[in-house]
């Protein structure tokens, strides 16, 4: 409490000593930001769903943003105001809407549920802001889409708690019974190749491949057997490259994946602050080597299901081009049952090899 009068004294006197100063040092002061943003929502079959929220913000950040619903033809314009040393904004289509006035939420969501269940919904996209420009513009491409649902079950007839997720988006709609090893996720575009991410109470990720003629309609798979994972390979991989890595929603700059080479089986580890990696997300000790299943796998940037350099060496490997990763350079690890493995990674080395690599 003194300390706090203190200062505010001493603030106070400061502020009396400069004021001969004060108009010249507010002129000094850079204005707020204004950015407007004019997004547009296509579809490849019915129109996109009226009413459907769409926000601006700064990734990471509390900043005040706006959030504006979609017209009749699928369009919003968003304008808000952030610090002038704001550099990256973003634009979302969010599947779930938990705030605004409290009449208007249960509306918002529904019609964010509405979307989500009919459309494929976007990935957020960001825009890095231009000096002197005001307005830009945004445009999504939202497939139709279905749902997929199962449950997860081991060799045995147990089942595993799980979530899954699609590639590009995280799915935040928990099925009520995910602690039985039901799972359900919106927004697996209709009528495509796609994956699954099926998450559960251990450090792997299971990959389901889906087909374009599975995906046709509303999936319901049934059992998925999730085979028995040993996770005793200790690995230590060496991450550089950090700051310049393209960083998006993926979190590039963030994590690193480890995908095995036949494509079923996924880790992402979360990068520390000293350049290495942990186990993701954080546990009690966020500093302990992961472990992993022996095998061998391809190490690269972000998340295993949004990461664009993820999703595509995936796409590879499902192919039958995994030998293009290899010729690339894209970097290798295999760890071995009770050892500790040693691997790198060039963040932005790897992603820009996986850019180049054609499909």
């Not at 009690?284 to 472990?291: C, I, R």
Request: glycine share 10%; proline share 7%; with cysteine.
């Amino acid at each position: 409490m003194i300390h706090t009068l203190s200062r505010r004294i001493w603030a106070c006197l400061l502020g009396m000593a400069m004021a001969g100063n004060a108009m010249a040092s507010a002129s000094r002061v850079d204005p707020p930001r204004r950015v407007e943003v004019h997004v547009t929502v296509t579809t490849n079959g019915a129109p996109f769903p009226e009413g459907t929220i769409v926000t601006l913000g700064v990734p990471g950040e509390t900043f005040e943003g706006a959030d504006v619903p979609t017209d009749a033809s699928g369009n919003a314009v968003l304008i808000a105001e952030f610090p002038p040393e704001v550099t990256i904004v973003s634009i979302d289509i969010p599947s779930i809407i938990s705030w605004g006035p409290s009449e208007q939420v249960d509306v918002r969501n529904d019609a964010a549920n509405l979307a989500d269940k009919a459309f494929s919904l976007p990935s957020p996209r960001l825009i890095t802001l231009v000096p002197g420009q005001e307005i830009y513009t945004v445009d999504f491409f939202a497939p139709e889409a279905v749902s997929v649902r199962g449950r997860t079950v081991d060799g045995q007839g147990g089942f595993f708690p799980s979530h899954a997720n699609r590639g590009g988006v995280f799915n935040l709609r928990f099925h009520p019974d995910s602690r039985g090893g039901f799972f359900e996720v919106f927004g697996v575009p209709k009528g495509q190749d796609s994956f699954l991410f099926l998450s559960m109470d251990r450090p792997d990720t299971h990959v389901v491949w889906l087909t374009a003629a599975q995906t046709g309609v509303d999936l319901d798979l049934g059992n998925v057997v999730v085979p028995t994972i040993t996770s005793d390979a200790v690995v230590e991989i060496a991450v550089t490259g950090r700051n310049a890595v393209r960083s998006d929603l993926g979190v590039q700059n963030e994590c690193v994946t480890l995908i095995h080479e036949d494509g079923l089986l996924v880790y992402t580890l979360k990068i520390t602050e000293q350049g290495g990696v942990t186990t993701y997300p954080e546990g009690e000790n966020d500093t302990a080597l992961p472990q992993v299943a022996s095998g061998r796998y391809y190490i690269v940037p972000g998340m295993s299901n949004t990461s664009d350099s993820s999703l595509k060496a995936l796409r590879l490997i499902r192919s039958g081009q995994r030998a293009l990763l290899d010729a690339g350079g894209v970097p290798v690890i295999e760890p071995v049952s009770g050892q500790t493995t040693s691997g790198a990674i060039d963040l932005a080395a790897v992603q820009q090899i996986i850019d180049g690599l054609p499909e």
